[in-house]
């Protein structure tokens, strides 16, 4: 109940094309999901988040997509570029105020 | 500004060592996290400090022991640590753990090893 499942483990795409990443959870409680970017040796950086009550919330190039029935929630990176290239992990904040991450998705974007 | 920072950058530290890290904010968050990461894993959760008092501890071995001396400093005190604790040590903080506070930033890491 309190996992988060994150899909695809990876990811190539080619410059320009549109990445899209996965993450479904079981916890209806659950009330913000954040969606982190990691480049190797760094800490993760917050890049967009959303609450259950939207369905959608676009920054720049990046989207959070939100099924409240269907319990997932997508991230969608829009003419991706080889500065994407990285680590994807999408969490849940449970009520006790815990963020529960997804396995992460590498992503590889191709000149 | 959202900057968490974090000293030293690498640590490498005998089984019988005592060291420190250091984590610090200047964003006024009263929340404070340590976080363990081992390659290609997601971050998980050691320790949370609301308002400079322990709020959870993961059931963290107490060779580490977490210390909060004021809102903005966060330490982590290491001692006889083992060699599977070698991994990229993140700190990280957030305005409050309640609310609609939740924002959690995270610092660049301590790269610890063990040996």
């Known amino acids: 109940q309190q996992q988060v499942k994150q899909s695809p483990q990876s990811l190539i795409v080619q410059k320009g094309g549109i990445s899209i990443i996965n993450c479904a959870y079981e916890n209806t409680a659950f009330d913000y999901f954040p969606w982190y970017q990691q480049f190797p040796g760094k800490g993760p950086a917050l890049l967009i988040a959303i609450r259950p009550d939207v369905s959608e919330k676009k920054e720049g190039r990046f989207t959070i997509s939100f099924n409240k029935s269907a319990k997932q929630f997508s991230l969608h990176i829009m003419d991706s570029q080889p500065g994407d290239s990285a680590t994807y992990f999408c969490?849940?904040?449970?009520?006790?105020?815990?963020?529960?991450f997804g396995q992460g998705t590498e992503l590889s974007v191709k000149p | 500004d959202t900057e968490v920072t974090q000293t030293p950058k690498h640590l490498v530290m005998g089984m019988t060592n005592k060291k420190s890290l250091k984590c610090e904010q200047h964003m006024g968050h009263r929340a404070m996290y340590w976080y363990k990461q081992k390659a290609k894993k997601p971050p998980e959760l050691m320790f949370v400090y609301s308002y400079e008092k322990l709020s959870i501890n993961e059931s963290v071995p107490s060779r580490f022991s977490p210390e909060c001396p004021n809102s903005s400093l966060l330490n982590l005190h290491l001692h006889a640590l083992q060699p599977e604790d070698s991994a990229l040590y993140l700190c990280?903080?957030?305005?409050?753990?309640?609310?609609?506070?939740?924002?959690?930033?995270f610092g660049p890491g301590t790269r610890l090893t063990v040996t």
């Open positions: 990280a903080s957030s305005r409050d753990i309640a609310g609609n506070s939740y924002e959690q930033y």
């Open positions: 969490a849940a904040r449970n009520q006790g105020g815990k963020l529960i």
